[in-house]
Structures are given as C-alpha cells and as structure tokens.
C-alpha cells in the first residue's frame, strides 16, 4: 500500500509532469511561433526602415534638385528684373530725350513754318504788286505803241509830203 501509494503518488507526479511538459511544449511552441512572427515583423519593419530610407533618400535628392531649380529660377528672376529696370530707365531716358529734343525740334518747325507762311504771304503780296505793275506797264505800253503807230503814220505822212515839197522845190 504504502508502495502502491507511493506509485500512485509518483504517477501522479509523473502525470504532472507530464501534463507540465506538454504545456511547457505548447507554450514552447507558441513562443517560437510568437519570435517567428515578431521576427518576420522585425524582417518586415527592417525592409520597410529600409525602404523609406531608400525614398527618403531619393526625396532629399529630389528636394536638393528642387531648390537648385529654384535657386536657379531665383537667379534668372532677378537677372529678368535687373534687365526690365534698365529697359524701363532706358525707355524713360528715350521719353525724355523725345521731350526735350522732339517738342524742341517741333516749337523750331512750327516756327519755321510760320515765318515761311508770312513770308508766303509777302511774296503772295509782292507778286500781286507787281502784277497790277505789270498790268499797268503793258496798258502803257499798249497806249505807247498806238502813239509810236500814229507818230509812225504821221511820219510817213511828213516825209511824203516833205518828198513831195523837195520834188515840188527842184522844179
């Protein structure tokens, strides 16, 4: 009995230990399954660390291109300004210049032209003056020539009748 009791007891203990080393087992076995799966997610988690590195990487590259790009479109806008201030300060220099010279120029025309006017206008005069003198020198001359052709006719007639009175005086 007292061996029987002892077996009993040892095979109890025996069948606990039992029962303890299959759950030791199953627990042995889901903690290897539970690091399997945290190393496939370390695994996972390391290509993505990995990954976003790459990306980030490639994103700091992208972003230094960028800002050469800006820095570059910066460059050209200033150079752009910088070419619109002198073109704006040149076309204002030309504006004055056209102020200055131009109006000048047109204030001298514009008097040039009225002196050529007035003296248009005087020469227009002097040519009418000497119009109505010619008008009167060829009615005097008119008038000169009809006394030259009575004085020519009374001429002729005095040296027929001067002919007349030699021929009449020698007989």
């Known amino acids: 009995r007292r ?13 606990e230990m039992e029962s303890d080393a299959n759950l030791l087992l199953k627990t042995k076995s889901a903690l290897v399954a539970a690091l399997d799966e945290q190393k ?19 994103l700091e590259h992208e972003a230094d291109g960028l800002k050469e790009n800006f820095d570059e479109e910066v460059g050209s806008k200033e150079n752009l300004a910088r070419q619109l201030n002198k073109a704006l300060g040149d076309a204002d220099m030309w504006r004055q210049k056209y102020e200055i010279d131009g109006l000048a120029k047109a204030e001298e025309l514009e008097m040039s032209r009225l002196k050529l006017q007035a003296r248009l206008s005087e020469s227009q005069s002097t ?13 005097s001359k008119a008038k000169v020539q009809g006394d030259l ?11 027929i009748l001067n002919a007349a009175m030699e021929k009449k005086a020698k007989q």
């Not at 496939?40 to 590195?53: C, P, Q």
Request: no cysteine; proline share 0%; aromatic share 2%.
């Open 127 to 139: 040519i009418e003056q000497l119009n109505a003198k010619l008008s009167q020198l060829e009615k």
């Open 149 to 159: 052709n009575d004085i020519s006719v009374q001429l002729d007639q005095a040296q």
């Open 3 to 15: 061996i029987t009791a002892e077996n009993a007891d040892l095979l109890r203990q025996l069948q």
């Open 40 to 58: 496939s997610i370390a695994d996972n988690e390391s290509k993505e660390r990995v990954s976003l590195l790459a990306k980030y990487r490639n």
